[in-house]
Structures are given as structure tokens and as C-alpha cells.
């Protein structure tokens, strides 16, 4: 069997994520990637690495059939997306698990062949099914899956380390913490799953033709609105455009509220700022995210 090991770029931004406490997980990854290729009859390809673990492109020893074995450092967000993946088991637009181990933190998904990731300038046409198999359910959420609110302060203290970590941040300390606090108090309504990471690079375009599937969800339990703040900002030219993606958006499925969901983009508006500046985006994008977090 080919022995894989964790790219170097890779551990480093695990070790960042997550602390020296990932250190021991990386060093092993390639046995307990062996282990789990022999336990589910693979043979490991390539390594690709992730905000929170790491994929390896594995095939089936029997007939060839490719999978994404998925694996992280913390057990905790391969559960719980393994939960929120059999909760959307029906979802064509959700990519399909396969497996979980939860002893070692994988998961087995189904292959995406020459998946590309979603553009910038998507349609709403285009994600319209994505939002309907997300948000249309009546069932009753996984248990074990964080509230809302735990998700905001995660992702707040994490951008906030990256907001200061800039030379000349786009966000002053007055307006970050305003829109923190904002955020935390919108995320004590909703009782939905949310996939809690959906932007257009957790949004696949097979290139067999298929429709888009969503992946990496961060499941949470609150508002759907909550959820479409990034597709509703995310190459957006101006706050009228904004506003009209809110509408629009709100629109697929009913427990999504228009006026929310631009709260949302509000209060959300200082990470997308600091994570145009982080790419060096053009800086009327930043000014535009700027002007909307100022936005009373």
C-alpha cells in the first residue's frame, strides 16, 4: 500500500487551527490513514489539505471507485458532520457519506470527479436547489450538533486573530466588536440544521455535468438566514445589490426572512472584510463590506 503523509504547508496551518495539541495527529497520519485504507478496502492517492483535517483521494481495491476519506485532528467536527450528512442523506445536492469512523475523526464520501468550485459571479438559479434541499425539511435535527451561537464566536475569535494580524486592518476594534455582539444575539433565534459554512468554495461543480453539491458543512442548530450571509455578500458590487441577493434568496425556501438575512450580511460584514483584505481584493470590494459593517 502507498504511504501518504501530511503535506508540510498543510501541518503547519493544522498546528495554527488547532494548536500543539494536533502535533502527535500529524505525525501519525499516515498510519491511521493506512489503517482505515485496509479497514475499508482503499488504496490511498493523493493528499489535499483543509481548514480543519485533511482529505486523501483514495480507490476501491475491489472495482476502482474513487472516495474522499476524510480526516481531522479533532473527532468532533468529523461527527458532527457525519450526522448533518445522514440528516441531508436524501439532499442530491449534498455530497453523499459513505462511512465514519468516529474512533480515528474520518469520514468516506463520495468522489466529486473535476469538481470546480462555485463562482463569484453565480446565479441564484443556480444555487435555488441547493437551498430547498437544505432548509425544506421538517425532521428534527441530529442531536450533538452546537447552537448557533457557538458557531458565530468561533468564527468571530478566529477572523479576529486574522484581523490583527493584518498591517492595516480594514476594521477597527469599535466595529468588530459592535458587530460581534450583534451576531451573537441574532444566533439565539432559529431551531434549523444550518450547514454552517456555506460559501462558494464549499460549493462543487462536478464536471460530470451534475448539479452543484455542497461540502465541509459545520452543522449548527439556528436561523437559515444565518447561513446564506456569504452567498448573499459574496461578489456583490454594491449594498442595493446585496439587499436584491437577500430577496432573492429568501425567496427559495420559507423559513428564510429577507430583512434578517441582511442583518446578517451586516453584522458578517467585517470577516468578509478582513478576508478581502487577507487576498488582496480590490479594494472598492473592501470598502463596499467596510460601509455595510458601519451600517447602523
Known amino acids: 500500500m502507498k504511504q501518504v503523509a501530511m503535506p508540510i504547508a498543510a501541518g503547519d496551518r493544522l498546528l495554527e487551527r488547532f494548536g500543539p495539541a494536533a502535533a502527535a495527529w500529524i505525525d501519525d497520519f499516515g498510519t491511521i490513514v493506512g489503517e482505515l485504507c485496509r479497514k475499508w478496502g482503499l488504496e ?55 462511512d465514519a469512523d468516529a474512533t480515528r475523526g474520518a469520514i468516506l464520501l463520495h468522489w466529486l470527479p473535476d469538481a470546480t468550485e462555485l463562482s463569484e459571479a453565480y446565479s441564484i438559479a443556480e444555487v435555488s436547489s441547493l437551498i430547498s434541499d437544505l432548509y425544506m425539511s421538517t425532521r428534527t435535527p441530529p442531536p450533538n450538533v452546537p447552537p448557533a451561537r457557538e458557531r458565530v464566536e468561533f468564527v468571530f475569535e478566529l477572523w479576529d486573530r486574522r484581523r490583527r494580524a493584518l498591517p492595516n486592518s480594514p476594521i477597527d476594534d469599535a466595529v468588530w466588536r459592535r458587530c460581534h455582539a450583534a451576531a451573537m444575539d441574532m444566533a439565539n433565534g432559529g431551531d434549523w440544521l444550518l450547514h454552517g459554512d456555506l460559501h462558494p468554495g464549499n460549493i462543487l461543480r462536478p464536471g460530470n455535468g451534475g448539479r452543484i453539491v455542497a461540502i465541509d458543512p459545520r452543522p449548527c442548530i439556528g436561523d437559515p438566514a444565518m447561513d446564506l450571509a456569504d452567498l448573499a455578500m459574496t461578489g456583490a458590487t454594491s449594498e442595493a445589490a446585496i439587499r436584491r441577493r437577500c430577496s432573492q434568496l429568501a ?12 442583518l446578517w450580511c451586516r453584522n458578517f460584514a467585517p470577516i468578509m472584510a478582513v478576508s478581502l483584505a487577507r487576498r488582496a481584493a480590490g479594494t472598492a470590494n473592501i470598502i463596499l463590506m467596510r460601509n455595510l459593517a458601519n451600517t447602523r
Open 44 to 98: 490511498p492517492r493523493s493528499v489535499c489539505a483543509g481548514g480543519t483535517g485533511a482529505v486523501v483521494e483514495c480507490v476501491s481495491t475491489a472495482d476502482g471507485t474513487r472516495y474522499a476519506l476524510k480526516l481531522s485532528p479533532d473527532s468532533t467536527v468529523t461527527e458532527q458532520e457525519a450526522a448533518a450528512l445522514t440528516y441531508w442523506a436524501n439532499a442530491h445536492t449534498v455530497v453523499d457519506l459513505v
Open 251 to 262: 425567496d427559495i425556501a420559507d423559513p428564510i426572512d429577507p430583512d434578517r438575512l441582511w
